[in-house]
């Protein structure tokens, strides 16, 4: 069954009430922020959990960790949990995707399975776990986008094999925004008797997902975009079924089923996907984090959802109106709020623009935009005038 049979594609809809949103991040006020695949906004509830960390430390010392920071990082797992179709034992925390990846990476078996498949258009950190296995037999393959945009799922068939331990692949691009059929993916991978790993940092918060109905083993996020949290936590979720028969090499006191016993000379792994975990997290992210996932909570990934297709939608119509090539899916339904638009020497263009109060992004040889649910109609069209001075400019200068 395909991913679109399972989740509709949310259509494109306005949701002019999202907007009341706004007043709760800062940053709007002063700035039209359209970088959010980068860093999403800093709302006022993550700044006064970050401050009621802060008054806790002063309160408690240390002794907050047994009566309530234990409490707020058990939260964070559970929120999380909701928002991708988990349960909370399920969900481990990690303080980035990196440290996430080396914990599963550990807990593979390559004796028999030695290849891990990937797409080229997958962010590099997710190669680069096991790229640098090279020197202990592990192989990693590529599927290659015909065009840059798309990855159709039938390319990974050629590539998964008896031989493959794991598919390792993003659901969003972060260059195209293409929105991967992770499902039919995750089909070929358990087809071959391989895992299915999934990095959702590009789409996590933005985009529905239920890892349970996609057939996901692994996945790998974290709160620095769409989840409004900023730098330090990530996330991993593993299959219920598999938790047991996974111990990873990598290994730290929050991953000890008695941590508190402070045992030096036995391990014993916790019995939930916990045992990933390793030192102490970041406690001010945890706090933002629980923040900004409230708020996601609460409008509801589905909504925001739509109301980011409605804003990229009109960003994709506006750069195309003026000639401008963007990297994006033909289908609506295949994008995410990421827009990257081809244009030469990209980074000054984002220097350019700063200038004139706009935050926005680039990688090598694209602009990137990428609207949020807070983000309006009216600043779409601000970015869009001004890279066009930009470019005007440009011209009478050369």
């Not at 306005?14 to 949103?21: K, Q, R, V």
């Not at 996974?246 to 996907?273: C, I, Y």
């Not at 506006?318 to 000639?323: D, F, I, L, S, Y």
Request: hydrophobic share 40%; with cysteine; proline share 5%.
């Amino acid at each position: 069954m395909s991913e679109s049979r399972l989740f509709p594609a949310p259509a494109a809809i306005e949701h002019p009430e999202l907007l009341a949103y706004r007043a709760e991040f800062p940053i709007l006020q002063h700035k039209t922020y359209l970088n959010s695949c980068s860093l999403g906004a800093l709302s006022t509830r993550s700044m006064q959990g970050i401050n009621r960390f802060m008054e806790l430390w002063n309160e408690w010392g240390a002794h907050a960790w047994y009566e309530i920071w234990m409490g707020e990082i058990d939260k964070v797992r559970r929120k999380f949990a909701s928002i991708i179709g988990a349960q909370p034992h399920e969900v481990a925390i990690a303080p980035s995707v990196s440290v996430a990846l080396s914990s599963i990476a550990t807990a593979l078996d390559y004796s028999k399975r030695n290849r891990v498949v990937m797409a080229d258009r997958d962010f590099p950190t997710l190669a680069y776990q096991w790229l640098v296995k090279q020197r202990q037999g592990v192989e990693s393959v590529f599927v290659e986008s015909p065009d840059g945009i798309y990855t159709p799922p039938e390319l990974f068939e050629s590539k998964v094999d008896d031989k493959t331990a794991l598919v390792a692949t993003s659901r969003v691009f972060y260059t195209s925004g293409y929105i991967q059929d992770v499902r039919a993916v995750a089909d070929i991978a358990h087809k071959s008797g391989a895992y299915m790993l999934v990095d959702d940092y590009q789409g996590t918060g933005q985009i529905p997902i239920n890892v349970t109905a996609l057939d996901i083993d692994f996945l790998v996020t974290g709160t620095l975009k769409w989840l409004m949290g900023g730098p330090g936590l990530a996330f991993v979720y593993v299959r219920e079924g598999l938790i047991s028969q996974l111990q990873p090499t990598v290994s730290g006191w929050f991953g000890h089923k008695d941590q508190l016993q402070f045992k030096t000379r036995e391990f014993e792994f916790r019995p939930d996907a916990a045992r990933f975990e390793l030192g102490t997290p970041s406690l001010p992210t945890v706090y933002a984090a629980n923040g900004g996932m409230d708020i996601v909570l609460e409008v509801g990934v589905q909504s925001i959802c739509e109301r980011t297709r409605y804003l990229t939608n009109d960003l994709v119509a506006q750069a195309r109106e003026r000639g401008w090539k963007v990297r994006a899916p033909r289908e609506p339904e295949r994008r995410s709020s990421i827009v990257m638009i081809e244009i030469e020497r990209p980074d000054e263009v984002v220097e350019a623009l700063i200038a004139r109060g706009i935050i926005t992004d680039h990688r090598p040889g694209l602009l990137r935009v990428s609207p949020y649910f807070y983000n309006t109609i009216e600043e779409n069209a601000i970015v869009i005038d001004a890279i066009e001075e930009i470019v005007l400019e440009r011209k009478k200068d050369s």
